[in-house]
């Protein structure tokens, strides 16, 4: 049977049933985050100070079962924090992956480190442990009890996979080639709010992990991020610094330390807090659409991007591979013309401009599924409703 392009936009169409546009991934809300923000600006609390905050900050780390959430105002601070916390100073070097959103680089860059690209995987589009393995065995050296990157006689101070689209990466291999080469694990899980490795959710395998609440992801705070971690140290610190060092005291401003003025706000957190609360509904209607499209593509020419073995994703993104680059522009085109919103993958990290000094290893799968995938609708809000 020959299937055309379109056949593809028809199912999607009767999946939302819908011929208005359809986006990528829109936030869904209800009269619960209309109480919830109202109730908090009556409080007069929408900025630095109020219960939301801690309130969403304990609620994520009992979601997720981390020790402690640390909230921010974005993915993109969170990240700089976790990887300052982690040691990260100028100079030194970050593996992470080019096939991610361009924060995860920024973050990177924000530090004065320079990011080193390795390649992701054909079974899951995060970080491939055996690139980042081979990297390491065939780059560096232990020099002062240091681990070097040898081409460039600088530091490798962290590791920085990121689980795509929400997909899990084989996590648990990082891990341990991060353990025998002493390196701090920092994880970007910013897509992969809910979202388990071997039954522990993504985000807590290393030192520090992060998450994103930007208006297209799973759940949303407006703008905001979060850092989890295991370690009570390192998440007391991550408040005090993100809180301007400010020492607690009932009326003296007193700092400590040079400080950063990055905690979320209260507002922000208030709608954390309602989202959080029809989780589980929005999470299930991501996996059962996710099975639509898995079945659906299973008998065409193109192959679904599915979770990989013993992981469990939230499916925030759905994702396609087209037969080739032309076929890929083609599908692209044809889909935005008729208001059924299609992106292709982010643009590979070590192609932009300020990463063109960065070292990266051959990416091969990187560099094929920015020619092949696509993104696809993936909300789920309409989806609840009807
Ligand atoms: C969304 C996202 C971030 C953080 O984004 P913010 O908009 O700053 O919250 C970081 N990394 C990845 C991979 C992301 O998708």
Same mark, same amino acid.
């Given at each position: 049977?020959?299937?055309?392009?379109?056949?593809?936009?028809?199912?999607?169409?009767?999946?939302?049933?819908?011929?208005?546009?359809?986006?990528?991934?829109?936030?869904?809300?209800?009269?619960?985050?209309?109480?919830?923000?109202?109730?908090?600006?009556?409080?007069?609390?929408?900025?630095?100070?109020?219960?939301?905050?801690?309130?969403?900050?304990?609620?994520?780390?009992?979601?997720?079962?981390?020790?402690?959430?640390?909230?921010?105002?974005?993915?993109?601070?969170?990240?700089?924090?976790?990887?300052?916390?982690?040691?990260?100073?100028?100079?030194?070097?970050?593996?992470?992956?080019?096939?991610?959103?361009?924060? @995860?680089?920024?973050?990177?860059? !924000? #530090?004065?480190?320079? +990011?080193?690209?390795?390649? /992701?995987?054909?079974? =899951? %589009?995060?970080?491939?442990?055996?690139?980042?393995?081979?990297?390491?065995?065939?780059? @560096?050296?232990?020099?002062?009890? !240091? #681990?070097?990157?040898? +081409?460039?006689?600088?530091? /490798?101070?962290?590791? =920085? %996979?990121?689980?795509?689209?929400?997909?899990?990466?084989?996590?648990?291999?990082?891990?341990?080639?991060?353990?025998?080469?002493? #390196?701090?694990?920092?994880?970007?899980?910013?897509?992969?709010?809910?979202?388990?490795?071997?039954?522990?959710?993504?985000?807590?395998?290393?030192?520090?992990?992060?998450?994103?609440?930007?208006?297209?992801?799973?759940?949303?705070?407006?703008?905001?991020?979060?850092?989890?971690?295991?370690?009570?140290?390192?998440?007391?610190?991550?408040?005090?610094?993100?809180?301007?060092?400010?020492?607690?005291?009932?009326?003296?401003?007193?700092?400590?330390?040079?400080?950063?003025?990055?905690?979320?706000?209260?507002?922000?957190?208030?709608?954390?807090?309602?989202?959080?609360?029809?989780?589980?509904?929005?999470?299930?209607?991501?996996?059962?659409?996710?099975?639509?499209?898995?079945?659906?593509?299973?008998?065409?020419?193109?192959?679904?991007?599915?979770?990989?073995?013993?992981?469990?994703?939230?499916?925030?993104?759905?994702?396609?591979?087209?037969?080739?680059?032309?076929?890929?522009?083609?599908?692209?085109?044809?889909?935005?013309?008729?208001?059924?919103?299609?992106?292709?993958?982010?643009?590979?990290?070590?192609?932009?401009?300020?990463?063109?000094?960065?070292?990266?290893?051959?990416?091969?799968?990187?560099?094929?599924?920015?020619?092949?995938?696509?993104?696809?609708?993936?909300?789920?809000?309409?989806?609840?409703?009807?």
């Amino acid at each position: 049977m020959i299937m055309k392009l379109q056949t593809i936009l028809d199912f999607i169409r009767t999946l939302y049933n819908t011929d208005e546009f359809i986006g990528l991934h829109e936030p869904y809300f209800d009269q619960t985050e209309l109480d919830v923000v109202h109730d908090c600006i009556k409080s007069t609390f929408v900025s630095s100070t109020g219960q939301y905050v801690t309130e969403f900050e304990n609620l994520l780390a009992k979601r997720t079962g981390a020790k402690r959430g640390v909230a921010v105002v974005n993915g993109t601070e969170a990240l700089y924090l976790a990887l300052h916390l982690a040691g990260v100073t100028p100079g030194d070097i970050v593996i992470t992956q080019s096939a991610t959103f361009v924060g @995860t680089g920024n973050a990177i860059l !924000r #530090l004065g480190a320079i +990011p080193i690209f390795v390649d /992701i995987g054909r079974d =899951t %589009p995060g970080m491939n442990p055996e690139a980042l393995s081979s990297f390491l065995k065939d780059n @560096t050296a232990v020099q002062h009890g !240091r #681990l070097i990157h040898t +081409p460039s006689g600088r530091r /490798i101070a962290a590791v =920085t %996979p990121m689980h795509t689209f929400g997909i899990p990466c084989r996590i648990i291999e990082i891990r341990s080639i991060c353990d025998e080469f002493g #390196l701090p694990l920092v994880e970007d899980a910013a897509e992969s709010l809910g979202s388990y490795y071997k039954g522990r959710h993504t985000g807590l395998f290393g030192l520090i992990g992060i998450l994103s609440f930007n208006g297209n992801k799973i759940i949303t705070t407006g703008g905001g991020g979060m850092l989890l971690t295991d370690d009570n140290a390192i998440a007391d610190r991550a408040k005090h610094l993100s809180t301007t060092a400010k020492k607690p005291h009932p009326y003296e401003f007193d700092h400590d330390e040079p400080g950063f003025n990055m905690r979320m706000p209260n507002i922000n957190a208030a709608l954390g807090v309602a989202q959080l609360s029809k989780f589980d509904r929005l999470l299930d209607a991501q996996r059962s659409l996710a099975a639509k499209y898995r079945d659906f593509f299973s008998d065409s020419p193109w192959r679904f991007i599915d979770e990989g073995a013993n992981s469990q994703s939230n499916f925030w993104l759905n994702a396609i591979l087209m037969r080739d680059r032309a076929e890929r522009d083609e599908f692209l085109q044809l889909s935005n013309a008729q208001n059924v919103m299609t992106r292709a993958l982010w643009k590979p990290l070590h192609s932009l401009p300020m990463f063109a000094s960065s070292f990266h290893q051959p990416l091969p799968v990187t560099e094929e599924l920015y020619d092949r995938l696509v993104n696809i609708p993936s909300s789920v809000g309409r989806l609840i409703k009807s």
